[in-house]
């Protein structure tokens, strides 16, 4: 389904539509609170931005750099060029001892892999245990943010749901008795995980170790209890040093939920003794996006989610309209270069305005980036037979002044004298939701002569 469709469908509950945008403003003010009150924060965005083109540049050198590092503290280091090869690794470490039973912290390269769904078919349980994520894996759907997966969802609707999967009383949507019961829940869990997986925020390629930020404490949890931990990290995951983590953490926690630091900024170098510790590095599609000129700067993506909160379409259209793994303005850059045709509708959700390159930490030339898309698809993509050719007569017209006069003049004849019912029928998308500006006589031409005639 393209996007404009899913997005009319999230909008069909106004009230949703309505609380979910303010909810995302919410947050996005939050960062502009932060973002202020720190001296130089433009400073750290160009530093942020310039060490990832660095790392980009020289990805095969960090790679191998932090490959080196990690073994040389007891990690195993494994590398997987798709999400086949990552969930496999995956299994054959689960396999190899014998764990029917895995907690996982929120990891967007795991959701991007089908990790959960691959791994309950070969019999092994999987549990989200970030309460977003545990949230939608209950209601069985994927998340629609990135940094806060149940968005979507109002306290009312989680009340309901965990009635149903947790047995828990009706609260009315209490959110401190659903986080109890929510905590009491994942504790089990987590004292009979054999394994634990977690995402990466930042591997630093000159120690070998690797930053996990969550707010819940529910990564350092999992993997401290659990014998074996298995991080999965995409490889643009790096950073170059230890020292460069200060400008990354300072940057993701305010741009992310507008907190000065994550509650649990969680630095693993090495496995405790008698556990085991595993890092897969994966491409996925990552070094095809990298030979892209025009779009590899969408690698140096920390995930902070920023720039879905600012996105006027992204709040008013949800994030499951985007079917996407990353939604939002950067996942419609990003899927784009995985599926072009199916992910053809995403680049248009945009009103192009530029406020999530004005907030990306990393300054990703966001806008810049999905208007190339547009271009590309037009070109690569059969469109639909009405857009195209309104397109070319629309290009053609605004290409010659005298036929842009002569076409103003006659539409604003037809508007003024043609039934509404009419002018917002069905073949008018663009009306469905919208009236036309009422039509004035003249246009601004016009306008402008008749005054100079009157001076
Ligand atoms: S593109 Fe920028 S704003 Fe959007 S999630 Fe990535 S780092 Fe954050």
């Not at 999992?222 to 990290?233: D, E, N, S, T």
């Amino acid at each position: 389904m393209a996007h404009a469709e899913a997005a009319a469908k999230f909008n069909e509950n106004e009230a949703k539509v309505n609380w979910h945008d303010k909810a995302l403003w919410f947050v996005r003010q939050k960062r502009d609170k932060q973002a202020y009150k720190v001296q130089g924060w433009e400073q750290l965005r160009d530093y942020a931005s310039a060490l990832k083109a660095n790392v980009l540049s020289n990805l095969d050198s960090y790679l191998v750099q932090f490959e080196e590092n990690a073994k040389k503290n007891g990690v195993t280091v494994h590398w997987a060029a798709n999400a086949e090869e990552h969930n496999k690794i995956v299994h054959s470490i689960l396999q190899k001892h014998n764990a029917k039973k895995i907690v996982k912290s929120k990891s967007m390269l795991t959701e991007e892999c089908h990790l959960n769904p691959f791994l309950e078919a070969n019999d092994i349980e999987v549990i989200d245990t970030d309460l977003g994520e545990r949230i939608v894996q209950l209601a069985q759907e994927p998340p629609s943010h990135i940094v806060l997966p149940a968005i979507h969802k109002t306290k009312e609707e989680v009340d309901e749901l965990f009635q149903e999967h947790l047995g828990t009383k009706p609260s009315g949507g209490n959110p401190e008795y659903l986080t109890r019961e929510a905590r009491k829940h994942l504790r089990n869990k987590f004292l009979q995980a054999d394994a634990a997986i977690t995402g990466v925020n930042f591997a630093v390629a000159d120690t070998g170790g690797f930053v996990v930020c969550t707010n819940e404490g529910n990564a350092d949890m999992g993997a401290h209890l659990a014998k074996v931990h298995i991080a999965c990290m995409g490889m643009e995951k790096l950073i170059p040093q230890e020292k460069h983590l200060g400008i990354f953490l300072r940057l993701l926690a305010r741009s992310a939920t507008g907190q000065p630091i994550t509650t649990y900024s969680s630095y693993f170098n090495k496995p405790e003794e008698g556990k085991e510790m595993h890092i897969i590095i994966v491409d996925n599609g990552r070094t095809e996006q990298l030979s892209r000129e025009d779009f590899r700067r969408s690698l140096h993506c920390i995930r902070c989610g920023a720039c879905m909160n600012t996105c006027p379409i992204y709040r008013r259209s949800g994030g499951h309209s985007y079917d996407a793994t990353i939604p939002g303005p950067i996942g419609s850059i990003l899927s784009p270069g995985k599926d072009l045709t199916k992910h053809s509708s995403l680049p248009f959700a945009s009103t192009l305005c530029g406020s999530c390159s004005d907030v990306c930490p990393v300054k990703i030339n966001i806008h810049e980036q999905l208007y190339k898309w547009r271009q590309i698809i037009v070109k690569d993509v059969p469109q639909p037979f009405v857009k195209k050719n309104i397109m070319k007569a629309a290009g053609s017209i605004l290409a010659k002044p005298k036929t842009y006069d002569f076409v103003g003049k006659s539409t604003r004849f037809m508007l003024k004298n043609t039934p509404k019912s009419l002018i917002n029928s069905k073949i008018n998308t663009w009306g469905h939701a919208r009236d036309l500006p009422e039509v004035k006589g003249d246009n601004f031409e016009e306008w402008y002569k008749k005054r100079q005639k009157n001076e």
